[in-house]
């Protein structure tokens, strides 16, 4: 058993249960939950091991965190031959009034020094809340570690009276792209109906609402109005795929 080694503090303790937690996601064939349980795990019984005086304990406990390691190991192994073969799948299900998805917590994890382009494809981009999410979607793009040089927005038109508030908003939003280096590629279509996210790492977000999945904030004053990880969601599925061969949309 995860305990069967370690004492009884606090420290011990946490890093049993997150190890068991590992354990049982894997079990579960929850491989990515199941890998950040053990990485988290393995720090927190390395700690351990620091504070353990006792011979025999240090030996055991090391050959219990190498055991870990092994699996950490295969499970990662495992994640990457999916990711090659274009079968890795995640899903994340946020709730009715959850916090804490803000796209930086969302896609911070999929962005990296390689990502240069990037696909969007999101029919609801036209009144000014939903420019505004587009705004700072790519505000969280331009930001390191990527190096973004071309975004492409595939979106319907606005027909109504939004049709010059819609295309002026993203003028100007291509504006100041341009000025930070990057470009912006905008697409309408009439037909256009599936929401999806594509970077050229390989990664593919698909969000049942898109990019406009928060709520609107109690008032211009209150907690979430700025930070988006406090500001309430409605209920919505992501689902997150991987395909070496990203293809544009």
Request: net charge neutral; glycine share 6%.
């Amino acid at each position: 058993m995860a305990g069967s080694l370690l004492g009884q503090d606090s420290g011990s303790s946490a890093a049993v249960t997150v190890i068991k937690r590992a354990l049982e996601l894997e079990s579960e064939s929850r491989y990515p939950q199941a890998l950040v349980c053990y990485q988290e795990g393995i720090d927190m019984l390395l700690q351990v091991l620091k504070g353990t005086k006792d011979v025999t304990k240090k030996c055991n406990l090391r050959k219990r965190i190498s055991d870990y390691m092994d699996r950490a190991e295969n499970i990662k192994k495992y994640l990457d031959q999916e990711k090659e073969a274009g079968k890795y799948h995640k899903q994340i299900k946020i709730e009715e009034n959850a916090t804490g998805f803000s796209y930086e917590s969302l896609f911070q994890e999929y962005l990296n020094e390689t990502v240069t382009e990037v696909w969007i494809e999101d029919p609801y981009i036209r009144h000014t809340h939903q420019l505004y999410n587009f705004l700072r979607f790519c505000e969280m793009l331009v930001k390191r570690p990527c190096k973004i040089k071309t975004i492409h927005l595939l979106t319907s038109l606005d027909e109504g009276s939004g049709k010059e508030q819609q295309s002026s908003g993203l003028e100007e939003i291509r504006e100041s792209l341009r000025n930070h280096g990057v470009q912006l590629e905008l697409e309408y279509s009439s037909v256009i109906h599936d929401r999806e996210i594509r970077f050229n790492n390989g990664w593919m977000i698909k969000i049942g609402r898109g990019l406009d999945y928060f709520k609107k904030p109690q008032s211009r004053f209150s907690l979430g109005y700025c930070d988006f990880d406090l500001r309430p969601c409605h209920e919505t599925t992501v689902d997150i795929f991987h395909n070496k061969h990203t293809q544009k949309i």
